[in-house]
């Protein structure tokens, strides 16, 4: 009984943690809720890439949505419009610019050499300054961008290379021990150390010069690098605001509607199951609680079909309760002793609970990966609800269930919707179905 009140009180702590980051943490809502921007690209050919065509639009796409996700939003919607256009709409973005200017990025970073004369001394232009080439080592070569430190606190860009870019970054540090080697992104010089001796292990550190960077600017560069250079340049060409499709008044409605299919579910089970439909509602508001905190915590951006999965979460967190009370009740009718009923109606309706909700996971998690934004939306919050669910129907209901009902017998039958009568009547048909059993014989 000891543990079951230290888990009560861990539960009880959860729950008020929980109240507190949803008090503290704003709400992030979706288009179709808040609004935002709306930027339509056009993709651009280059001297290497004379046509736009399909294959090259989906790259472009891709490269797009992974950066807007970098940019700290989700729930975004970018779409191809006829040949060479991509549209692109972002919930509730507070600057504009900022968005534009990170979309039409190339993030193109190069490793060159200097240029050197006959007697393989490094030349420089009528400026005076030093001259290079290309070594054939860029952002393709690159595995991941990470923001690190150097020794003296200043901010660094941290480089890992992929198998190919290792052996290449290593060949190319052998070739200029003693010499420089210039670190360009997006046309800029951004570094040129010294290469003191041979690099192994495909990994490389960007200072920022002597200046150092700041820490927005190595955040940018690593959200760039890690997003991909995109295949061709695009050009903005038109960029406008829109307001919510549905606003305030859908989630006005849709508050209501998820209130009264949860206050409806909750006195069901208050009538039906009693005591322990009492029980599964407070697990119920525990669940809601978890769940809603941790939307705020990763953040999950909420749209309609987001409230959707969250509300038909609810009915499958209720859906365990369910099937855990009615395997309770059975024992109960079988003859056992309340504490061997509870236990046993758990762990007889847990391979039903587990097995539903791990092919409920599954499918969001094929519709998270193949389908489109809003999809997407649906997806994570109905996978987190089940999640969620298993947690608080196993832990918290059957928690709360031992500290009430204790360990003895059941004096009060109509506390579980069960009449005196009902208590041990299934005891001889269960055993009449056991002896069967052991002898081979079937119904």
Known sequence: MKNKIIMFWVIVGIALACIFTIYKKPTKLGLDLVGGSRIMLEARTTDTIREITPEVMRRLQIAIESRVNKLG???TSVAQVGDKRLLVEIPNVTDLKEAEA???KTALLEFKQPVLDANKQPQRDDKGQLMWESTGLTGEDLKS???GSDQTGQWTVSLEFNGKGANKFAQLTEKLVGQQMAIIFDGEEISAPVIREVIYGGRAEI?????GFKYEEAEKM???????ALPVPSEIIQENTVGPTLGADSIEKSKFAGLIGVGLVMLFMIFYYRLPGL??????????LILFALFKIIPVTLTLA???GFVLSVGMAVDANILIFERTKEELKAGRNLFTAINLGFDRAFTSIFDSNVTTVLTCIIL???GTSVVKGFALTLALGVIVSMFTAITVTKNFMHLIFGTGELKYPALFGLSKDEIGKGYEATETKREKARFGILD
């Open 368 to 370: 998270y990966f193949l």
């Open 306 to 308: 987001g409230i959707a």
């Open 145 to 147: 961008a990470t923001i």
């Open 73 to 75: 939003v989700s729930e």
């Open 222 to 228: 690593v959200n760039l690098l890690n997003a991909g």
């Open 207 to 211: 200072s920022g010069g002597n200046s």
């Open 102 to 104: 990170f979309l039409g």
């Open 279 to 288: 029980i599964a509602d407070i697990a119920l508001c525990v669940y809601a």
